[in-house]
C-alpha cells in the first residue's frame, strides 16, 4: 500500500480485508421492481452535486466522461480521535478487518483484482475511507456499490481475523519504529494535546493492539459503520441516472440505527506555557520541530495559515531557507498547516547533517517563527504562497479521482464544499490576514518545542468561537465548472490509430496524440541520451550533480524565478539529467504548452551552475545518503544490489555502489566538473519526445523544432549494453542496531529481455506469486494467514535491449520472525515452480493484469512517457497488443514451465537486514524471566 501525507507522522494509511455476521442481510443489486428510497438533491458546487438518501447516508457524484475508469469513495466519520480508553488503533485496525470479507465476498482482495481495481484504505485521526477505482462499466458499478453496501454493515470482523491481522498490524507498528522524524512527531503531538484524541497516533498502541478484544471491535463497528455517519463518492465516468437508481437500491435499503452516533466533546484546552520533547534513538543525522495550536479547519484564519506556513517554509523562498539552510545551520526545512475538524496544529521541521550542532538551529528556527509578525511580510511573498496553493488545488480540481478521494479530508474537516471555500478565501488572503494570524498563534506559550519554564503573565492564544459552516456556506456556489473532454479507448488499436509520429530535421523523434481532456490538460515526456562507456567512466557523480543542477536556475532566472514561472503557469514540470541521458516531464494547461516548453530548453540548455545553489545541493545529497547509514532497508537493497551486479568494476556505469561510496563521491565532486559534464555531453542528437491530451500538433513540432533542431550533443553517443552474468547466490545477514523492523531481498540474476518467447508467461506467473495485492500467493501466505508481514511482494523484470533481467522479492517483519519469513518465501516460491498455479487463479490473475495494462495506457502522463520509450526502442503499441495477446491464451502449465526455466530458488541471493542480535537478546531475556506463581 502507498501511503498517503507521507509528512504526517499521525496519518497511518491502511488497507484490508475478511470479516462477521450479525446485521443486515447483504445488499442485493437493484431490480426494476426494487429501488429503495428516492436521493434528495442538497447542494451542487463546480460539477459535484450531493444527495441524501433518507437514512442519512450523504451521496456526491462527480461525473467526468474523460475518465476510462469509476471511483467509489466510502468515508465514515470515525478516526483515531474517536477511540476510547484501551481503544488506540482500533480505528486503524477495523479498516484492515474490512478486507476480510462478508457472507457474500468472502475474498475482497480477490473479488477487486479480477476486476481490475486499484483499491485502498486510509484512517486518518477524523475519517476512514475506502476506495477503489475501477475500468467503467455499468457491471463494475453495480457490483461495486453493491460491495461497498453490503461491507457497510455486514463484514466479518471475526476473532480468527483478529488474530491473524493484528500481527499484520502490529509489523505495520514496528515498521513505523524505524522512522525517527515519524516517532519524533508522535511523541510532539501527545504533549501538545494533553486531553484531545489528536494527541494519540493513528497506528495506535502496542499493548492496545495486542489485547483488543474482539467484542469492543465488534461494538466499535456498529457503533460507527453507519449511512447516517458516512458519504458515499462516485467519480469519473459513469451515468448519473444509473449511478442513482444504483445507490438507492444498494445502500437505500441500509437501515438508520434507532441510537443516535456518539458525539465527540473533548476540548483542548489552551496551552499555558512551552513544552519540550526529546527522543533518543539510534539515527544518523539530527531533526528539530516546533507544533503551535491553530483553529479548527472550517475557521476563516486556515487560508492565512496555510499561506503563513509556506511564507515560512517554502524552498527556496522561504525564510526558515534562508535563516537555517544558506546559512547552513541545516540542510532541510519545511512548514505545514493541518487542517482538521477540530483545532489542529502548525508545524515547523529543519533536518541536520550528521554531527552539525543541534542547538543553533533550533534557535534560528524558533527565533524565525515566532518573530515573523516582527518583520513585515510583502507583497511577493503572500503572491507566491497564493500561488503555489491554487495551483495545487486547481491541478487536483481537475482530475476527478484525485479529488473523489481528497473529498474524504474536506467533508472529515467539516463539509465537503470546504475544498472550494478553501479555494475562495486563499485567493482572497493579504498580507494583512498573514501578519495577524503569525501575531496571533506562533507565541512561546503556544509552542511545543522546550522545556516547560514558569511565566509571571503567561500570554495564551486563544482558540475562536465555533463556525457555523451552514450558514457559512448557505447558498455556496463556487466557480464554473472547467472543461470537459471526451471519452477515450486505450486500447493499442485506437492509439495507434491516433498518434502522430514523425522526426525533426535535428533528429528528435516525435509521437503526438491530440484529444480532448478534462480541464485542457496536456502531458509530455521528453528523453535525451548521450555518452559512450569509456567517456562515461568515473563520471557518474558529476553528472547527477548536472542534471540536480538543471532547475536550479538557468542565465536567464534564478531557481525562484523558475519556480515562480511554472506556478503562474499552473504547470508541473520535472527536469532531471543522469550519466547516460535527461528526461523532462510535463503536464499543464493546453494554454501554458508552448511556454513551458520554452522554459524546459531554457534550463537544459542554459543552466546557471550557480556556486550557492551547488553547495546547498552539495549539503543536502550528502545529508538524504548520511541520514540511511542506519536503515535496514537501504542498507539490504544495496548489498543485493552489490551481488547481482557485481561484475560491473568500480567507475563502470552501471556499477552499484556502497553507501560509502556514494557518500564519497557526493562529497568530492566539484561544480566545475559538473559544469564540464554538462558541456561535454547535453545536447538533443538523440531524443524523443510525446505529447498526449489538448494541444495543436503543427505548433508543438515547429516550436520543438526552434527550440531543440540546433542543439547537438558534442560527444559521440553508443548505447552502454548491460551484460549477464550468472552470478554465484549468496546468503546476507546485516545488523541494524535498535530497528524494530527487519527487512528481507531475496534475487536471482535472469538472461531475459521483453521480446522473448517466455516473457508474457513470467510477467503473470509473478503477477499471482507476488505482483498482484493482497491477492498474491506471497501475500496469501505471509502477509493473511501466517501474520508475519505488512508488506510482501515480488517482481521480475526484463530489459527492453540486453538480455539482462532480474527476479526479486522484498517483505519486511519483525527481527525474531526473519528466518519464518525466509521459510514462507522459499515454500511458495518453490511451489509455484514444481507445482504451478489452478486455471482458476490463473483465469483471474490475467483478468486483472490485462485490466491494470488498460487502466495504465488510459493515464495520459504514463501514456506519454510510454510513447517516447517506444520511440527510442523503434517500438508501437502493436508490441502491447502481441503480449496481451499471449497473455489471453497462456494455459498453467505453459506458465509453469516457463517460470521454471528461468527460476530456481538454490540461486537466489537471499538478504536479511535488522537487529537480530537485539531480538535474540530479548528472546533470551523472556526465557530466563522468572515464573511468577
Avoid at 501575531?439 to 511545543?448: A, D, I, Q
Avoid at 503562474?568 to 547516460?580: D, I, M, N, P, T
Amino acid at each position: 500500500m502507498k501511503r498517503r501525507l507521507p509528512l504526517s507522522p499521525w496519518a497511518s494509511l491502511l488497507l484490508l480485508a475478511t470479516a462477521p455476521v450479525w446485521a443486515q442481510s447483504p445488499a442485493p443489486a437493484p431490480s426494476a421492481k426494487a429501488r429503495g428510497p428516492a436521493l434528495t438533491p442538497v447542494t451542487s458546487v463546480e460539477g459535484i452535486t450531493e444527495y441524501r438518501l433518507p437514512n442519512g447516508l450523504r451521496v456526491l457524484l462527480f461525473p467526468d466522461p474523460t475518465k476510462p475508469t469509476v471511483t467509489v469513495n466510502v468515508t465514515y466519520f470515525v478516526g483515531s480521535k474517536h477511540e476510547g480508553y484501551g481503544e488506540s488503533g482500533m480505528a486503524h485496525l477495523l479498516e484492515h478487518l474490512l478486507l476480510k470479507g462478508t457472507p457474500t465476498t468472502k475474498n475482497v482482495p480477490q473479488a477487486l483484482t479480477e476486476r481490475g481495481a486499484r483499491f485502498n484504505c486510509t484512517t486518518s485521526l477524523d475519517r476512514t475511507n475506502y476506495f477503489e477505482t475501477l475500468p467503467a462499466s455499468d457491471e463494475n458499478l453495480r457490483w461495486t456499490l453493491s460491495f461497498e453496501a453490503d461491507r457497510m454493515v455486514n463484514s466479518f470482523v471475526s476473532k480468527k481475523d483478529l488474530d491473524s491481522e493484528m500481527t499484520v498490524v502490529r509489523n505495520e507498528f514496528e515498521a513505523g519504529e524505524n522512522n525517527v522524524r515519524g516517532i519524533l512527531f508522535k511523541r510532539i503531538l501527545s504533549a501538545a494535546y494533553h486531553w484531545h484524541g489528536y494527541g494519540r497516533s493513528t497506528i495506535g498502541a502496542r499493548s492496545d493492539l495486542e489485547n483488543v478484544p474482539i467484542e469492543r471491535l465488534q461494538a466499535f463497528y456498529r457503533k460507527y459503520y453507519r449511512p447516517d455517519n458516512a458519504m458515499l463518492v462516485v467519480a469519473g465516468h459513469f451515468d448519473e441516472a444509473k449511478a442513482l437508481s444504483l445507490i438507492q437500491g444498494t445502500f437505500g435499503k441500509l437501515k438508520k440505527p434507532a441510537e443516535p452516533i456518539p458525539a465527540t466533546y473533548t476540548v483542548e484546552p489552551t496551552q499555558d506555557g512551552e513544552r519540550e520533547v526529546t527522543l533518543r534513538r539510534v539515527g544518523d543525522i539530527p531533526v528539530v520541530a516546533s507544533a503551535y495550536h491553530v483553529p479548527e479547519g472550517g475557521h476563516p484564519d486556515f487560508a492565512a495559515i496555510h499561506v503563513l506556513a509556506e511564507v515560512l517554509g517554502n524552498t527556496p523562498s522561504g525564510r526558515l531557507y534562508k535563516a537555517l539552510v544558506e546559512t547552513k545551520k541545516s540542510v532541510n526545512v519545511g512548514a505545514r498547516g493541518f487542517q482538521l475538524r477540530d483545532p489542529g496544529l502548525i508545524t515547523f521541521a529543519a533536518d541536520l547533517r550528521a554531527g552539525q550542532p543541534v542547538e543553533p538551529a533550533r534557535e534560528a528556527l524558533v527565533k524565525t517563527v515566532e518573530e515573523a509578525a516582527r518583520t513585515p511580510f510583502t507583497e511577493e511573498e503572500v503572491t507566491r504562497a497564493k500561488t503555489d496553493h491554487l495551483k495545487a488545488l486547481e491541478l487536483r480540481l481537475n482530475n476527478s479521482e484525485r479529488s473523489a478521494i481528497s473529498l474524504s479530508e474536506w467533508a472529515a474537516t467539516g463539509d465537503w464544499r470546504l475544498m472550494f471555500l478553501q479555494r475562495d478565501r486563499i485567493g482572497a488572503v493579504t498580507v494583512a490576514d498573514v501578519m495577524r494570524v503569525a501575531e496571533t498563534y506562533l507565541k512561546p506559550s503556544n509552542r511545543t518545542l522546550g522545556t516547560f519554564i514558569p511565566t509571571a503573565k503567561p500570554e495564551r492564544a486563544e482558540m475562536p468561537a465555533p463556525v457555523d459552516l451552514p450558514k457559512v456556506l448557505e447558498g455556496y456556489k463556487g466557480s464554473a465548472a472547467v472543461a470537459q473532454g471526451e471519452a477515450f479507448d486505450p486500447s493499442p488499436a485506437n492509439v495507434e490509430a491516433r498518434v502522430q509520429r514523425g522526426e525533426l530535421t535535428g533528429g528528435m523523434k516525435y509521437a503526438l496524440l491530440p484529444k480532448k481532456t478534462r480541464g485542457e490538460m496536456v502531458n509530455a515526456a521528453l528523453y535525451f541520451h548521450w555518452g559512450t562507456e569509456a567517456a562515461l567512466n568515473g563520471k557518474s557523480d558529476a553528472a547527477v550533480y548536472a542534471g540536480k543542477m538543471l532547475m536550479r536556475g538557468s542565465k536567464k532566472r534564478t531557481r525562484q524565478q523558475l519556480q515562480d514561472a511554472l506556478d503562474q503557469l499552473k504547470a508541473r514540470v520535472s527536469v532531471g539529467g543522469g550519466l547516460e541521458g535527461a528526461s523532462v516531464y510535463v503536464e499543464c494547461p493546453r494554454a501554458s504548452l508552448l511556454k513551458a516548453m520554452e522554459l524546459v530548453a531554457e534550463v537544459l540548455r542554459e543552466p546557471a551552475f550557480d556556486e550557492k545553489e551547488f553547495a546547498l545541493l552539495k549539503q543536502e545529497r550528502l545529508a538524504g545518503l548520511e541520514a540511511q547509514r542506519s536503515e535496514p532497508r537501504t542498507q539490504g537493497n544495496i548489498a543485493l544490489w552489490r551481488v547481482l551486479r557485481g561484475h560491473y568494476p568500480k567507475g563502470h556505469p552501471h556499477h552499484v555502489p556502497t553507501l560509502e561510496e556514494s557518500i564519497a563521491g557526493a562529497k568530492d565532486a566539484t561544480l566545475e566538473q559538473a559544469r564540464a559534464f554538462h558541456k561535454a555531453f547535453y545536447g538533443g542528437s538523440h531524443a524523443e519526445l510525446a505529447v498526449v491530451g489538448d494541444f495543436e500538433p503543427k505548433e508543438i513540432v515547429a516550436l520543438s523544432g526552434k527550440l531543440f533542431n540546433d542543439w547537438k550533443s558534442p560527444a559521440a553517443y553508443q548505447r552502454v549494453p548491460e551484460v549477464f552474468a550468472d552470478m554465484a547466490p549468496q546468503a546476507v545477514a546485516l545488523e541494524t542496531p535498535d530497528k524494530a523492523n527487519a527487512f528481507y531481498f531475496a534475487g536471482q540474476s535472469l538472461q531475459l529481455r521483453e521480446d522473448d518467447a517466455d516473457w508474457p508467461a513470467l510477467m503473470l506467473g509473478n503477477f499471482v506469486l507476488g505482483g498482484g495485492f493482497l491477492n498474491s500467493r506471497l501475500a496469501t501466505r505471509i502477509r493473511q494467514k501466517d501474520g508475519l508481514s505488512y508488506s510482501v511482494s515480488s517482481s521480475l523484470g526484463a530489459s527492453d535491449l540486453d538480455a539482462v533481467g532480474t527476479f526479486t522479492t522484498f517483505a519486511i517483519s519483525a527481527p525474531e520472525n526473519a528466518d519464518r519469513l525466509e521459510s514462507a518465501m522459499r515454500e511458495e516460491v518453490t511451489s509455484a515452480l514444481e507445482k504451478g498455479y489452478s486455471a482458476e487463479e490463473l483465469e483471474k490473475a490475467r483478468s486483472g493484469l490485462l485490466e491494470y495494462r488498460r487502466t495504465a495506457r488510459a493515464k495520459n502522463g504514463g501514456l506519454a512517457s510510454k510513447l517516447a520509450w517506444y520511440l527510442y526502442l523503434g517500438r508501437t503499441l502493436s508490441f502491447d497488443a502481441g503480449v496481451e495477446e499471449q497473455l489471453a491464451r497462456l494455459k498453467p502449465e505453459d506458465v509453469r514451465q516457463a517460470m521454471s526455466r528461468h527460476l530456481s530458488w538454490p540461486k537466489v541471493t537471499r538478504v536479511k537486514a535488522g537487529d537480530f542480535a537485539g531480538a535474540a537478546k530479548k528472546a533470551k531475556a523472556s526465557v530466563q524471566a522468572p515464573v511468577v506463581q
